[in-house]
């Protein structure tokens, strides 16, 4: 018995030595570290996985290793996943080997804010991307409370989404909410937005909130759980995830208009009538951010606004449109044969015009980069402050911000 | 040289558990100095009564009294807060610890909350060398002790907190001699402490005791004076029956037959030495042995269960796989053999699963067949089959342990220890079993912790000590005398007639 | 019948000690409750599932419906399926946290298969067995070793998931091929009964067949209840062992494979939610955590019970803390029933 | 550093086993100075040992756990409750926080308690308490803060994360105290009755040690490790997090695997789990370091934890080998040591 058990363990602990170094050996290659003499730009993700961050750490890459940006910098990709102490201890690192420029996507508002101060101080640019920390030495690039391109009035996804329901409902009826994950600020911010709309329709009920986790699998799960309480729902608001809400209503034999972001399912089922809005965070932010980290170590720190908002996208039951190839062409928004779980906004025609459907799919090198235009019309007004960085601005205080956002009355920040 | 007014006395105690009363008013006096010797078979409720006494079981009725002085039972501080220490037969010592440690647990000498270290250790190495066991280490770790040392080491631990009633179960199961013993318990006697002395062997009893009560099925059944009582009528009170028609009567010798088991020159991990041996078809062979003289190497290497180093073992013509040919009960019921949580029928018919699922799929109709053909073999009442296992007796726990290897009929039953902690009516069924088991041309090993058993069953019987065989006796030379004399390690190579 | 929690018998190994029953009262009631309660655990879960058809009136005019009991089916398939194999692992004494990359690389395998051409069976065949590899590498460590499971499974999970991660090259969608989500879409549903029922019937008959009527499902409980006495009845421990951890990974792959089908569509994320209602569903289920002893029914029904409750909850939309806490709760109660049910341990 | 003492003193094998966790995380620490030098600077060091820190506590409340043979799963909820409620509580009353801390400390003993009377007392399976625990923990931590937020005065986060005079880590001074504390611990009376439950619980009862009191002791100890490691977490992120404490549940068991601690209790040391929860935090770097930070990370970390559970199997092999001329080690009545180790299975 002590003899057979010792060869078996001898077996185990061999195939674990083999595989380490299989693995040693073969990811060697993958990822280009970088050499003394260039610069060095680190994309750091936390979350990983899903469609969403895939295509926006792709079009980052693609940006970092167009030509012009290789001449002079050398870039990494590191994936934190979700244990804050892990990204800390990864941005410890970048710092420690000498980052010039670390995009990143923050796994909470706060948990990193010391580490950054390190990171600033030791003259590291942070860039976060659809997420937003709360340290002032680092630059916001996010769509949370961004509005619309053809009406800078009206912000905030959760709102204008919830006015576009409240619209299609004609202010009457019963609704449900998906959230997204417990416990984060952007569903803190969507909801809270979102309410003080439907709080301002008497008419409109919100019968249950349930929570999609930003994923379709989970959102169709609980829409279904939800439809079998309220099988007489009007509508439904959503937050990322929104193709299974779409899902469960299709399985229940229902058509109630859906509000959610941008995935290729929902555009799809919009261009063919569903009653709708497709807004949401756009996977190009992470394209434009590394273009802006670019920008500062190029034009220095005060060539960008500190909070840069990114347009809302609009997208409607008319307005969704086909993209014949795979490219962006005259206003067309989703593409017929992509995966349904696809994140279409992956252009800008303004700040990331050499985007393009395969640059999102795999990192294809843009062979030219167009500058960014002047930044500061996509700074983010004063009064929206409190939502990314948790205060006001000196001069300013807490309190409803009545003119110049649609709709009125929503927190922020006013005049001191 | 005390006076004898009584000391300590305990009244009627009397305990239940499930079907059995394992004590049924159990009632003792003492006299300060008095060793006073319990003798009692496997399951007279022995271990239970000590229990009692120590606190770690309370008692549905009775009470004791040390010096006039009521004790609380069931707490373990107020026994031992009374001046009670006890050493017990399964060795209480965690293996991770120090000797030590076990010499002074629960009481460790703290100094604001903390041992030293320092004065833990010479502390200890003292008290060793006070009761005479100066070459053990008290830095040791239990686990690296054998099990004589580890034995010493309950006894001394008791012994050191000078106590007014000391209770000692089976003390001498693991140790070569009886001399340190019997010295330290002369020098506490002296000093006023009373003994209650457990054992099965009556040759120490006698050597010991002033007075003596046997145990039998949980109650008193004689009081006696060790130095007079007649050996044979005590075993009679201990085992309830006269002693002859306990055991099948055996078959005349059958001469010469081919043996059905031949073990030649078998030696195992440092356990078991070029060990040879045979066994006859319907032949009961038995294994006479002290604790830890390698006999459960060899029954668990001969079931296939323990790789042996060198050596063969043949079985009938060829030497086929051993686990086709031999099955075994294991030494201890309860970690070895049963599953305590399921159903008599499920810890039956575990081994033969095959039989009973020929597609693939287990039919209950076919399973309760041959669960019911085994309990027939082994007369377990029909009704138990469905109970959980750890509500039946120890008796019939036993006797579904061996229904399950009469089920995979083996050419060689290995029985280890199998009527331990059994009542005496069942043990009388096994024998019966085992004998017919041989008769249908079955051969069997036994190895047994008493003696008189292996005496009174067995055609033939080897004697092991230091993992060799060193005797072999049958027919006029199968004596007690002679078994216990080769298993203490004395007895010369004696070949049967 | 007497429960007994000491062996009458002295002086045969260490005897379980009882503790100090506090009062004799206490005691005698204890000892009538026993046995009734040991042996209902798993009817008491059912009759529980049933309650709470009525009882979500309370949380929704629109209960008792129809849609309630539909979705409790499909969505108490996952959990079932999922919880065979969790169920399997934790009776045999360990405990398995591969189940969510388990998920994540069968649905992967399949989705990717299917897409480069494969037809949806084989596609789903070879995603499941891929997926199963994790298992069969979890039950070989474990059997050859002696090792805790709750660390081999999670490093084998974390190494699979990573492996998943890199050779997917983070683009993890995957569309179901439209054979897998016709299971759903309620084109295949019989009299208005969901396809998903008879996948639960099938998923309950296979289960407790696999459990109760099996060499392998008997091993299993033999190992749960004392791995030293199996290793002495001629239970084959190791190999016994090894398709333990595979048949559960198994499993878990199936349900990888159906959730594809259902959401029609998988990233690696698909299999995070079900790690912990696994382990949940199997201790409300009666089974005791530490091995040796329950009943692949009882796991069903607490399955259910746990996707009514989820049902109910997600009506009125309590806010997570909340809902969590109430997980929580539910366990513990189920805990202490199963404790009074099973006498002293 | 090791008092001089014959080989058989108490715990042998649980000082080599501490001593094999410290090589292992010294050795990868230099490794990686090696591979990149800025990682000696005294500013790189704070910073990995402040890091290293709410995982070391983490571990050692796991570790306290298994000791006595128990199992411990309410350590992230704990971890989560404690960080929230310390950033909000702060932030209303920002002067008083040390005060706070203590009440948190506090707060963490009383969860454990009640593990620990659930688990001694009503007989409860530990996994199956703690699990309800730890969701129950998690549940209020989400109702009390519903998002990260809070803030952590930099007063008290400075103290926690700084150093003195420039150079001596607070933070280690934390861990070394801990560590004195865990030795008194290990040689006071609770300690060594906890080693004896760890090693066989029928025999320590029947010993005379009071197990139950014991139990609910070392449950009360884990619950304030785990609000010490919540309290070192708000100092690190200087905010709370209503799922700080998620990741810590899986985490904190790999360091103790790590710090060769046996999951079947009776053997294994705090300090050792340190180390283990160290060498747990110092291998992203080193990877990050050696240019492997792409997706093949999460691999490496489950090899390590596979071939850190090979190290202790290998070093018994060898002492085993030592001892070849010795007695065969046989437990009491049990069957011999190499019948029971082959069939043991967690």
């Not at chain 3, 069969?136 to 084998?156: D, E, K, Y």
């Amino acid at each position: 018995m002590r003899i057979r058990k010792r060869k078996g363990l001898l077996i185990a602990a061999s195939f674990v030595t083999a595989a380490s170094l299989v693995l040693a050996g073969c990811s060697g290659g993958s990822t280009n570290t970088g050499n003394g003499s260039k610069g060095k730009i680190y994309l750091n993700l936390s979350y990983s996985g899903n469609n969403w961050q895939d295509q926006a750490a792709n079009l980052a890459m693609s940006v970092a290793e167009s030509p012009e940006v290789q001449a002079n910098y050398s870039v990494q990709k590191v994936i934190s996943g979700s244990d804050p102490q892990k990204q800390i201890s990864d941005i410890q690192s970048m710092i420690a080997s000498g980052a010039k420029l670390i995009v990143f996507y923050p796994i909470s508002p706060t948990a990193l804010n010391p580490v950054i101060k390190q990171g600033c101080d030791a003259g590291v640019t942070f860039v976060a991307y659809d997420g937003t920390v709360e340290e002032p030495c680092a630059y916001n690039v996010s769509y949370i409370t961004g509005a619309r391109a053809d009406n800078p009035e009206q912000a905030f996804f959760g709102a204008q989404t919830a006015q576009g329901l409240v619209d299609l409902l004609g202010g009457q009826g019963k609704i449900m909410l998906n959230r997204g994950v417990a416990g984060t600020s952007t569903d803190i911010v969507h909801y809270d937005s979102a309410k003080a709309v439907f709080d301002q329709y008497p008419g409109i009920q919100i019968v249950t909130e349930y929570y999609g986790n930003w994923d379709s699998s989970v959102s169709q799960q609980e829409t279904a759980k939800a439809l079998a309480a309220h099988p007489d729902i009007d509508g439904v608001w959503s937050e990322l995830g929104e193709d299974g809400v779409v899902k469960a209503l299709q399985a229940a034999g229902m058509k109630v208009p859906v509000t959610g972001e941008d995935t290729n399912y929902f555009r799809k089922m919009l261009s063919q009538g569903w009653p709708g809005v497709s807004s949401g965070s756009p996977p190009a932010s992470g394209g434009i951010a590394m273009k802006v980290g670019l920008k500062i170590l190029a034009d220095g720190p005060n060539s960008v606004p500190h909070d840069i908002e990114i347009n809302l996208p609009y997208v409607t039951t008319d307005t969704a449109k086909a993209c014949p190839g795979s490219e962006f062409v005259d206003g067309c928004n989703f593409f017929t044969n992509a995966a349904d779980q696809f994140v279409t906004e992956v252009f800008d025609p303004a700040l990331l015009p050499e985007s393009s459907y395969t640059a999102a799919m795999q990192v294809a090198p843009f062979d030219k980069l167009v500058p960014l235009p002047d930044m500061s019309s996509y700074a983010q007004p004063e009064w929206r402050r409190i939502y990314t960085r948790g205060s006001c601005d000196a001069g300013w205080k807490e309190g409803p911000v009545t003119t110049g956002q649609v709709p009125p009355g929503l927190d922020g920040c006013v005049q001191a | 040289m005390f006076d004898d007014v009584p000391f300590i006395t305990i009244r009627d105690i009397a305990k239940q558990f499930g079907a059995t009363r394992a004590l049924d008013g159990v009632s003792l006096d003492l006299r300060r100095g008095e060793v006073h010797g319990i003798l009692g078979e496997n399951g007279a409720g022995k271990s239970t009564l000590n229990k009692v006494l120590a606190g770690v079981l309370v008692p549905d009725t009775g009470t004791v009294e040390i010096d006039g002085e009521n004790i609380q039972l069931g707490r373990p501080k107020q026994s031992r807060a009374a001046g009670l220490a006890m050493a017990y037969q399964e060795l209480s010592a965690p293996p991770n610890i120090t000797v030590a440690e076990k010499l002074f647990l629960p009481k460790l000498p703290v100094r604001l909350g903390i041992v030293s270290q320092r004065k833990l250790y010479s502390a200890a190495q003292e008290v060793l060398t006070a009761w005479g066991k100066p070459g053990i280490d008290a830095r040791a770790l239990i686990a690296s002790l054998n099990l004589a040392d580890r034995q010493h080491v309950e006894i001394i631990a008791a012994m050191a907190t000078e106590p007014r009633l000391l209770i000692l179960d089976e003390p001498t199961a693991s140790l070569p001699d009886t001399t340190w013993l019997f010295d330290r318990i002369r020098e506490l006697v002296a000093r006023g402490t009373s003994v209650i002395y457990i054992s099965h062997k009556l040759a120490e009893i006698r050597a010991i005791c002033d007075r003596g009560t046997v145990l039998r099925n949980g109650r008193v059944v004689k009081q006696f004076d060790p130095k007079t009582a007649d050996e044979r009528e005590l075993v009679e009170y201990m085992i309830g029956r006269s002693l002859n028609q306990a055991f099948p009567d055996k078959p005349d010798r059958a001469e010469h037959q081919a043996p059905l088991v031949t073990v030649t020159d078998l030696s195992i991990a440092g356990k078991v030495h070029h060990l040879s041996m045979t066994i006859c078809p319907g032949e009961i062979v038995g294994v006479a042995a002290l604790e830890g003289q390698g006999q459960k190497s060899l029954f668990y290497g001969l079931a296939g269960f323990v790789k042996a180093d060198t050596g063969s073992i043949t079985v009938g013509s060829g030497s086929t796989p051993a686990r086709k040919n031999f099955s075994l009960v294991p030494e201890d019921r309860k970690t070895e053999g049963l599953f305590l949580t399921l159903t008599a029928q499920f810890n039956l018919t575990i081994s033969e699963l095959r039989r009973c699922s020929p597609l693939g799929t287990i039919s209950s109709r076919k399973e309760k067949k041959i669960a019911q053909g085994a309990a027939l073999a082994v007369n377990l009442p029909s009704p138990f089959m469905t109970r959980d296992i750890q509500d039946l007796s120890g008796g019939n726990q036993q006797k579904v342990l061996l229904g399950r290897v009469v089920l995979s009929a083996p050419k060689c039953l290995l029985l280890f220890d199998p009527t331990r902690g059994v009542d005496a009516a069942t043990k009388v069924e096994i024998y019966h079993m085992t004998r017919e088991f041989a008769q249908q041309g079955g051969a069997v090993l036994i190895y047994s912790t008493e003696i008189p058993e292996l005496v009174g069953l067995c055609d033939r019987a080897y004697t092991m000590y230091g993992g060799r065989i060193n005797g072999e006796f049958g027919g006029e030379t199968l004596t007690e005398n002679a078994l216990m004399a080769g298993a203490l390690g004395h007895g010369e190579k004696v070949s049967a007639s | 019948m007497q429960p007994v929690n000491v062996q009458p018998s002295d002086g045969s190994g260490s005897a379980v000690l009882a503790e100090h029953s506090t009062t004799s009262r206490l005691a005698t009631i204890k000892t009538l409750l026993q046995p009734v309660l040991g042996k209902l655990a798993v009817p008491a879960v059912w009759a529980l599932v049933l309650v709470m058809i009525p009882l979500s009136r309370l949380f929704s005019s629109y209960f008792p419906s129809w849609s309630l009991v539909s979705n409790t089916i499909t969505l108490g398939l996952f959990l079932t399926v999922i919880s065979f194999g969790q169920g399997l692992v934790i009776l045999s004494g360990g405990i398995d946290l591969s189940v969510p990359s388990v998920i994540a690389v069968a649905a992967f395998f399949t989705g990717s298969l299917a897409s480069s051409g494969w037809a949806t069976i084989p596609a789903a065949i070879c995603g499941v067995a891929i997926g199963s590899l994790i298992g069969l590498v979890n039950g070989l460590i474990i059997a050859r070793s002696t090792f805790p499971p709750f660390i081999v499974t999670l490093a084998v999970s974390t190494i699979g998931s990573a492996l998943l991660l890199g050779i997917s090259a983070g683009k993890p969608g995957q569309t179901a091929p439209s054979g897998l989500s016709s299971l759903f879409d309620g084109s295949l549903s019989i009299a208005g009964i969901p396809f998903s029922a008879v996948l639960l019937l099938l998923a309950i008959l296979v289960g407790s067949w696999i459990q109760f009527r099996t060499r392998l499902g008997r091993r299993t409980y033999a190992i749960g209840n004392s791995p030293q006495a199996a290793v002495y009845a001629g239970v084959r421990v190791r190999i016994t062992l090894v398709m333990v951890y595979w048949l559960a990974a198994i499993g878990y792959g199936i349900a990888g494979v159906l959730l594809m089908g259902y959401g029609s569509g998988s990233d690696l994320n698909l299999g995070a939610t079900w790690l912990l209602p696994s382990i949940a569903v199997v201790v409300v289920g009666g089974s005791s955590i530490a091995g040796g002893n329950g009943n692949y029914l009882g796991t069903v029904g607490a399955a259910l019970l746990i996707t009514i409750i989820g049902i109910d909850i997600n009506a009125v939309g309590l806010s997570q803390g909340f809902k969590q806490a109430l997980y929580g709760a539910v366990i513990f109660i189920a805990l202490v029933l199963g404790r009074l049910g099973r006498g002293r341990e | 550093m090791k008092p001089r003492q014959s080989r058989r003193a108490l715990s042998d094998n649980s000082k080599a086993t501490v001593g094999i966790a410290a090589g292992i995380f010294v050795l990868l620490y230099l490794l990686l100075t090696l591979v990149s030098p800025i990682s000696a600077t005294s500013f790189i060091i704070n910073n990995f040992i402040v890091l290293t820190t709410p995982l070391a506590f983490a571990a050692s409340g796991v570790t306290l756990v298994l000791l006595i043979g128990g199992f411990d799963l309410s350590v992230a909820g704990s971890i989560s409750l404690s960080n929230v409620i310390a950033a909000t509580t702060m932030a209303a009353h920002p002067h008083s926080s040390w005060g706070i801390a203590c009440l948190v400390l506090v707060m963490g003993a009383v969860i454990g308690l009640v593990n620990g009377v659930c688990v001694a007392v009503f007989g409860l399976p530990a996994l199956g308490v703690t699990l309800s625990t730890n969701f129950i923990l998690a549940g209020i931590a989400l109702a009390v803060l519903p998002a990260p937020g809070g803030s952590v005065p930099a007063a008290f986060a400075s103290v926690l994360s700084g150093t003195i005079g420039g150079t001596i880590p607070v933070a280690l001074l934390a861990l070394v105290g801990f560590s004195l504390l865990w030795l008194l611990f290990i040689k006071s009376r609770t300690g060594m009755s906890a080693l004896a439950i760890g090693g066989d619980v029928k025999a320590a009862r029947l010993s005379g040690i009071a197990v139950r009191r014991v139990q609910i002791v070392v449950y009360a100890l884990a619950g304030l490790c785990y609000a010490a490691a919540g309290l070192y977490f708000s100092a690190l992120t200087a905010t709370g997090s209503p799922t700080s404490g998620s990741s810590f549940l899986l985490t904190a068991f790999a360091a103790a695997a790590l710090g060769f601690v046996s999951f079947r209790g009776g053997r294994g040391s705090a300090i050792g789990a340190i180390f283990g929860a160290a060498t747990l935090t110092v291998i992203p770097k080193f990877l990050f370091a050696w240019g492997i930070a792409d997706f093949w990370v999460g691999a490496f970390q489950g090899l390590v934890i596979l071939v850190a559970l090979t190290i202790p199997w290998l070093t018994t092999k060898i002492a085993g080998l030592r001892k070849r001329d010795g007695e065969e080690v046989t437990v009491g009545s049990g069957p011999t040591q190499s019948i029971s180790a082959m069939a043991e299975t967690a």
